[in-house]
């Protein structure tokens, strides 16, 4: 049996301070990266009115976008409609999983949240990533 020594522990002892201190200095800066990112759909919950501009404004100097195109409008509608009452309610369950500590809640609220965020603003931004690719964009 070995018997460790009073110097043996203390130093394992630091070892084991020290790494735990190493990692507590990344947690905040982790943590508030994490509420960074999820703060995203929320911020975007600003920008409805914008995009629901942008959906009847359609295509900007072509009348007829095309079938596929119309379809991407259509399912972006119908998501941006329902983006409102989701947000809301994905924040209202979110609120009451971190009171009482549902760890796997928040992840499925987080999933549900960044999907419909993307299914409501993906096709919006699609759009001006492709007129801006394109240089369909005037230039002001």
């Not at 049996?1 to 394992?12: I, L, N, P, V």
């Not at 703060?39 to 629901?52: D, E, K, M």
């Not at 409609?81 to 809301?88: A, R």
Request: charge should be positive; charged fraction near 20%.
């Amino acid at each position: 049996m070995h018997d460790t020594t009073d110097s043996e522990r203390d130093r394992a002892a630091e070892a084991a301070t020290a790494r735990r201190r190493s990692t507590k200095r990344r947690r905040p800066v982790q943590r508030s990266l994490g509420d960074l990112l999820d703060a995203v759909p929320y911020i975007a919950f600003l920008g409805v009115p914008v995009a629901a501009l942008m959906l009847d404004a359609a295509i900007p100097g072509r009348p007829d976008p095309g079938d596929a195109y119309r379809r991407w409008w259509i399912v972006g509608r119908f998501a941006l409609w329902f983006y409102v009452p989701s947000i809301l309610a994905c924040g209202l369950v979110e609120w009451q999983a971190r009171r009482q500590g549902w760890a796997r809640t928040c992840v499925i609220v987080r999933v549900v949240r960044w999907a419909h965020f993307l299914a409501a603003f993906g096709p919006i931004i699609g759009l001006v990533v492709f007129l801006a690719m394109s240089g369909a964009l005037v230039p002001f």
